[in-house]
Structures are given as C-alpha cells and as structure tokens.
C-alpha cells in the first residue's frame, strides 16, 4: 500500500507541475515541468534501488533501466524541441519569402508600365509621370483608415499582407509605392512604419521618368 | 528482482515485450482506441502543438487559441505512466519481498503482476522514447534537404525578377536616361544594378532582341557537396511592351 502511495504521490506531483505552466498556453512549459518532477521521481527510485537492491544484479537492472530511460529522454526532448522550433523559422522564412516576391511584383509591375507609358507619348502634349501613372492606377487607389491603400486588381479590401500604400509624391514628377508588411519583422525593431506601426517590414518604390528606384527600407 | 525476473518463463516475456511494444505501436488494430489512453510520445506531441501554433502564425499572423485538450491530456497521461507508474511498478514492486500464497500454489501475486505491468509500461516508454525518435530524425532529415532546396529556388526566382524589372526598366528607358530605346539590342548583365549583389549564377539565354530576352538563374544548394545534378535552374522571360516577368518551367 505504502508502494502505491509513493507512485499516486508522484503521479499527483507531476500532473500539478503539469497544470500549473498549463495556464499560460505554451505547450512546453507543462511538459518540461512535469517531466522534471518526473525527474525526482527516477532518483528516489534509485536512492531506493541502492538501498534496498538485494543483489548486484538488481542494482544494475534497476539503475540501469532508468539511466536508459533518462538518456531517450533527453534525445527525444532535445530533438522534438530543436524541430519545433526549425519548422516555426522556416515558416516564417517562407513567409518572408512570399512577402517580399509579392512586394516586388505588385508594386513595381504598375510602376514599370506606367513608366512604359509615359516613355511612349506623343512629343507633344505629354502627361507628367504621375498623372500617366493616376489614369492607369486611379481605381486602384482607395482611402481605408485615413491612408492611402493601393489594392491589385485582384484583390478585395481585407486581402492578405504586404499592404501597398500611394504615398503622395512631393512632385508630379514622381510616384512613390510603399509595401508594407503586416507580420513580418523588418531588420530594424525601431523602424517607423508608414502605417504607424514600428519594425515591420517595408519596401518603397519609387518612380521618376529616369526610371525605378525599388528599395528595402526595413 | 532478479527472483522475479527469473520466474517469468520465455513465453511470459514474449508476451510482456510484445504488450510493451504494442502499447507504443498499433500493432492490433483498435488496441489503442479501445482504451483511449492513446500512450505516445509527449515530446512528439508538445511538437505537433507547437506545429500548429507555428502554422497559425504562418497564416493568420498570431497563433489560434485552440486548446488541444486532447493532446494535452494525452501528452500528460504518457508522462505520469512512462516515468512514474511503469519505473515505479517495475522497482518497487519489483525489489518487494514476495510472499507465497496461503495454497502454496503457483499463482501470481499482487507484486508480481505490478511487477510485470511496470515492465511492460517501461518497455513501452523505451520504444517510443528512441524508435520513434529515430524514425522521425530520418524524415527530419529528408525535409531539411527539400527546405534548403526550396530556399535556393525561391532565392534565384527572387533575384531573376529583379534582373527581369531591371531589364524591363532598360528597355523603356531613352537612350539619354541610360536605356536601350525600346530594345535589349547591347545590354549586358553588368548594366543590371542588382547583378553586381545577387547570389548564383545569371546569363542571358541567346541574344537579347528588340522584343524579348530570356534570363537563366542557377544555384547549388549548399547540403550537396558540388553535385551538379542537385542545382536548381529558373529561367524568366521579359517580353515587353506588357509581359515585365514570364517564368518558364523550371527544375
């Protein structure tokens, strides 16, 4: 009876140290705190193995066991954990992948025909490059939140990060894009987005009738 | 113990690794189910979580606020029978003074059934702890090599459609701005700002014409040790006046 006690006892320990961590919604923090008092647990037995072993054998058996048990502990815990958080960095890389070809191509596609465009007007009564750009990209161009968004043709108004913002240029010699990312860090914590937020990931392109200028700026 | 262990016949043991290792893998269909306890790996299963707390970051920018009580519970009953009931049967009822029963016949006692189950539960937490494990870091490792490819491919892709914008660019612009005048007729990669940064290797496939060019992109992904069958090629065409980017198949 007192055997069972011991185990109830160690069970009741571990799945406390398992709930209490719970609460917090990260996954590991339960399962590294139970299985430390789990931990406890193994060496009682082996102080109760060196003390109560009744034959060489029974030590080498029993400690042995848990010295086995420990060691595949350890090569799964430290693999499962190391894995978990490689596939979350490739994730995220993948994201970044896809946000930055998106930036790319949604913003300077516009920007390179309008450029094509205004290259190719008549001598006389030409547009200034953002007027060519405004009469092929007006109805693109739609004011949510106080900014100014610019949406793709194929997207709606709740499509997916990078946002692409119209910037007002200071000129009508210039059109200026920002891409903007929604969840992706930038290189710079501090950053000042063109949104208001801070560190995200941001992109500008800027055109001129001199051509493209198409940078990262966070 | 080593009584104990002396009096548990071939057969006995067959069938005590056989329980073990079926506790851990499904080796009789709805063995598992029927008791529901769904014993298995709790590090496996803290990572198949945080896989989908990843996922969700991936797509929705924050992770969901699913529970997975399921798995949780899973993952702590595997924990309190792995290391505590199964080790802790095995010792100490193992190490326990047996008694023989009052009819002196040969019949189990209570110590030597906990004896026995906490061996078949030890055996149990031992295969799945290391066989999985092992198993799996074989899968990992296949799925590091596809990354790494993906992530050359993706990188050559990137960089060719900077080259094909910049392309595009060179052919819109008039001579007097640095352009070709609506012609690729005397560009070269130098010309490019981007070349001069990009990794991998670029070359105009044939000779650019007033209407179209065609730019190559290789990389060898670093795990392959110089094998040349593992590069991956892209190719992407510019064909303006409307066409700035036209991906071609590619390996």
Same mark, same amino acid.
């Given at each position: 009876?007192?055997?069972?006690?011991?185990?109830?006892? =160690?069970?009741?320990?571990?799945?406390?140290?398992? &709930? !209490?961590?719970? %609460?917090?919604?990260? @996954?590991?923090?339960?399962?590294?705190?139970?299985?430390?008092?789990?931990?406890?647990?193994?060496?009682?037995?082996?102080?109760?193995?060196?003390?109560?072993?009744?034959?060489?054998?029974?030590?080498?058996?029993? @400690?042995?066991?848990?010295?086995?048990?420990?060691?595949?502990?350890?090569?799964?815990?430290?693999? +499962?954990?190391?894995?978990?958080?490689?596939?979350?960095?490739?994730?995220?890389?993948?994201?970044? #992948?896809?946000?930055?070809? !998106?930036?790319?191509?949604?913003? #300077?596609?516009?920007?390179?025909?309008?450029?094509?465009?205004?290259?190719?007007?008549?001598?006389? +009564? %030409?547009?200034?490059?953002?007027?060519?750009?405004?009469?092929?990209?007006?109805?693109? @161009?739609? #004011?949510?939140?106080?900014?100014?968004? &610019?949406?793709?043709?194929?997207? #709606?108004?709740?499509?997916?990060?990078?946002?692409?913002?119209?910037?007002?240029?200071?000129?009508?010699?210039?059109?200026?894009?920002?891409?903007?990312?929604?969840?992706?860090?930038?290189?710079?914590?501090? &950053?000042? +987005?063109?949104?208001?937020?801070?560190?995200?990931?941001?992109?500008?392109?800027?055109?001129?009738?001199? =051509?493209?200028?198409?940078?990262?700026? +966070? | 113990?080593?009584?104990?262990?002396? /009096?548990?016949? *071939?057969?006995?043991?067959?069938?005590?690794?056989? *329980?073990?290792?079926?506790?851990?893998?499904?080796?009789?269909?709805?063995?598992?189910?029927?008791?529901?306890?769904?014993? *298995?790996?709790?590090?496996?299963?803290?990572?198949?979580? *945080?896989?989908?707390?990843?996922?969700?970051?991936?797509?929705?920018?924050?992770?969901?606020?699913?529970?997975?009580?399921?798995?949780?519970?899973?993952?702590?009953?595997?924990?309190?029978?792995?290391?505590?009931?199964?080790?802790?049967?095995?010792?100490?009822?193992? $190490?326990?003074?047996?008694?023989?029963?009052?009819?002196?016949?040969?019949?189990?006692?209570?110590?030597?059934?906990?004896?026995?189950?906490?061996?078949?539960?030890?055996?149990?937490?031992?295969?799945? $702890?290391?066989?999985?494990?092992?198993?799996?870091?074989?899968?990992?490792?296949?799925?590091?090599?596809?990354?790494?490819?993906?992530?050359?491919?993706?990188?050559?892709?990137?960089?060719?459609?900077? $080259?094909?914008?910049?392309?595009?660019?060179?052919?819109?612009?008039?001579?007097?701005?640095?352009?070709?005048?609506?012609?690729?007729?005397?560009?070269?990669?130098?010309?490019?700002?981007?070349?001069?940064?990009?990794?991998?290797?670029?070359?105009?496939?044939?000779?650019?014409?007033?209407?179209?060019?065609?730019?190559?992109?290789?990389?060898?992904?670093?795990?392959?040790?110089?094998?040349?069958?593992? /590069?991956?090629?892209?190719?992407?065409?510019? /064909?303006?006046?409307?066409?700035?980017? /036209?991906?071609?198949?590619?390996?």
């Amino acid at each position: 009876m007192k055997r069972i006690g011991w185990i109830l006892g =160690g069970m009741i320990l571990a799945a406390i140290a398992f &709930f !209490i961590p719970e %609460r917090s919604g990260y @996954i590991w923090a339960p399962v590294i705190s139970a299985v430390g008092i789990a931990g406890l647990f193994l060496l009682g037995l082996v102080v109760y193995i060196i003390r109560n072993g009744k034959s060489q054998f029974d030590r080498v058996f029993g @400690i042995g066991i848990i010295v086995l048990l420990a060691g595949a502990t350890i090569y799964s815990g430290v693999f +499962n954990y190391q894995k978990a958080g490689w596939q979350l960095d490739l994730l995220m890389d993948i994201r970044a #992948t896809i946000e930055k070809g !998106i930036s790319q191509a949604q913003s #300077t596609e516009p920007l390179l025909l309008s450029l094509e465009a205004y290259h190719n007007q008549d001598g006389s +009564n %030409r547009k200034a490059i953002e007027a060519v750009f405004l009469e092929r990209n007006g109805e693109k @161009i739609r #004011t949510i939140n106080g900014f100014n968004r &610019f949406i793709p043709h194929d997207e #709606t108004e709740e499509h997916d990060s990078p946002y692409l913002y119209y910037a007002e240029a200071v000129s009508s010699d210039s059109v200026v894009l920002v891409a903007q990312s929604m969840r992706i860090p930038g290189r710079d914590p501090g &950053f000042p +987005n063109y949104n208001g937020a801070n560190g995200y990931m941001q992109f500008k392109a800027t055109l001129t009738e001199g =051509g493209l200028n198409y940078e990262r700026q +966070n | 113990m080593k009584g104990k262990i002396k /009096r548990i016949s *071939a057969l006995g043991w067959g069938g005590i690794i056989l *329980a073990g290792i079926s506790l851990s893998i499904p080796i009789f269909p709805g063995w598992q189910s029927f008791l529901d306890i769904g014993l *298995a790996n709790p590090w496996r299963i803290a990572n198949s979580i *945080a896989t989908i707390l990843a996922i969700d970051i991936f797509s929705e920018g924050v992770p969901g606020d699913a529970i997975h009580t399921k798995a949780r519970i899973t993952a702590l009953l595997s924990i309190l029978f792995f290391y505590i009931l199964g080790p802790g049967l095995m010792i100490l009822f193992g $190490l326990k003074e047996e008694t023989k029963a009052e009819d002196g016949s040969n019949k189990l006692s209570v110590t030597m059934i906990g004896f026995m189950a906490g061996l078949v539960i030890t055996i149990s937490s031992l295969v799945t $702890l290391t066989i999985e494990t092992i198993s799996m870091s074989a899968v990992h490792e296949n799925s590091r090599i596809s990354a790494k490819k993906s992530a050359v491919t993706d990188e050559v892709r990137q960089n060719l459609a900077t $080259l094909a914008s910049e392309s595009y660019e060179y052919w819109v612009l008039p001579e007097e701005h640095g352009g070709g005048s609506r012609s690729f007729e005397g560009l070269n990669l130098d010309q490019l700002p981007a070349y001069r940064d990009l990794n991998g290797t670029y070359s105009f496939a044939g000779t650019p014409s007033d209407t179209m060019l065609s730019i190559t992109g290789s990389g060898l992904p670093e795990f392959t040790g110089g094998e040349d069958s593992s /590069r991956v090629s892209v190719t992407v065409q510019v /064909r303006p006046p409307d066409d700035i980017i /036209r991906w071609e198949d590619s390996r």
